[in-house]
């Protein structure tokens, strides 16, 4: 890899200008922005776009970490142009997110304790983490039949003290459907969405007939009306009792085209966006190097219990093409979307 890829670096390049920031935030917000905020702004996005380049070119000892933390500048810099008043004074100097007992889980004993990575959880605290659900409106911006977003849908924050686990994250994101099979023996919680199309205050739309499909829409009871069509299945619902649809950003179909998927939300009441998830996902990659470095060099290079690593590392490549990519459209499509 080579950092943010350059398509990706087009797409975000108003944000290394403190011009092009003013100009974006008054797009989308209406207002003036001061030199001071502006500056702020461009310089979390430099060191966003810093932290990637250098860990494209570094070792894997340290690569997650660094991805994490270009991950988190960049989302600094989301956060401070998608909020109307104030700057970094306002943002909290915590991750948003904390570990949960990990300690107890990756013992001594490194052989015993990688294969309970799946266990790993993480629970949302005051920080950045929630400061990135709260700006984006934990909204996922989706590609249904374009290479630019064109839909929408915003979901009501989860409570702050619900736990996720490893496999609860890596289980729900499209492009690591494969490796995660490959890791547990289980199917993702995710399925291939085919001919969606809304018509007044329905959704419709087609999805393989696949083993865990029931499972996969447990949470939305009696909304969906689902009917077998052949090998397929013919899905309807409101518009306000939609499912959570995510896309593929590294395994794409047609062309420039990001796949599309529907996803299980992680019970009745929790739902986050791709980019909350994909944060969380980096936030597991960082702190499992920064903080059981024994274990993460185990796993990346001693060969030890490590039928987790091909995840892992489609994770890494999945979080430096998609993560840019989302920050990016969320940004075009605010100001697009109230300039219209």
Sequence with gaps: MSGIPQETVRLLRPLGSVDLVKRTFN????????????????ASYRQGQEYFNNAAKSDISVKPLLLFYGISNLSRSLTLILTARGGEETLSPSHGLSCEGWSNLLETDIGISLPRLAELSVTRCRGLFS?????????????????????????????????????????????????YKLWTGNQSLVICVHEISAVNDLVSFKVNNQ??????FQYAGGKLNIKDIGRQKQVEAATDDIPLFLNSFVHQSFGTIPNLFAVSPTNETTTYSQICLSFMLSYFLGMLCRYHPSHWMALSRDGISDTSWPMIEASMDYLEIAYPRMVAECINYKAERNTA
């Design 211 to 216: 083993t865990n499909i029931a499972e996969i």
């Design 27 to 42: 797009e989308i917000h209406n207002l003036t922005l001061s030199t001071t905020r502006a500056k702020q702004i461009v």
């Design 131 to 179: 400061s990135l659900m709260e700006k984006t409106e934990n909204t996922v911006f989706l590609h249904t039949q374009s290479s630019k977003t064109d839909w929408s849908a915003s979901f009501d924050p989860p409570s702050a003290d619900i736990a996720l686990s490893f496999s609860d994250v890596t289980s729900r994101i499209p492009d690591l459907m494969s490796e």
